[in-house]
């Protein structure tokens, strides 16, 4: 059983900065892809970023944060973030942290549907 406990979110002025935080736990997280979505009012799930099993600088991000948000993971500590940079008030959502299913796997999914594994969320409200 995989858990993810998310943390880190808030309310934060347009321009700000938040960075977000996914603590892992139930197997070995340095082997598994990981991700972030988002999901804000009356919208679908939408994805955000993600990383591959090693860290090694294989990122993927929507084009709506692309250059604002970082993604980045610490196999030590089990843990994956995300940086949010120039927050704006569109980035407002629920963000929700996803670990993939694939033991080493170089391929960076961007569907939710190919992650099992979800956290409960956590909230980013961005004020104009």
């Known amino acids: 059983q995989v858990q993810l406990v998310e943390s880190g979110g808030g309310l934060v002025q347009a321009g700000g900065s938040l960075r977000l935080s996914c603590a892992a736990s139930?197997?070995?997280?340095?082997?598994?892809?990981m991700a972030w979505f988002r999901q804000a009012p009356g919208k679908e799930r939408e994805f955000v970023a993600t990383?591959?099993?090693?860290?090694?600088?294989?990122?993927y991000y929507a084009d709506s944060v692309k250059g604002r948000f970082t993604i980045s993971r610490d196999n030590a500590k089990n843990t994956v973030y995300l940086q949010m940079n120039s927050l704006k008030p569109e980035d407002t959502a629920v963000y929700y942290c996803?670990?993939?299913?694939?033991?080493?796997?170089?391929?960076?999914?961007?569907?939710?549907?190919?992650?099992?594994?979800w956290g409960q969320g956590t909230q980013v409200t961005v004020s104009s």
């Open positions: 996803a670990a993939d299913g694939w033991r080493y796997s170089s391929r960076l999914r961007l569907t939710s549907a190919e992650y099992p594994y």
């Open positions: 139930g197997r070995t997280f340095s082997s598994y892809g």
């Open positions: 990383i591959n099993w090693s860290g090694d600088g294989s990122t």
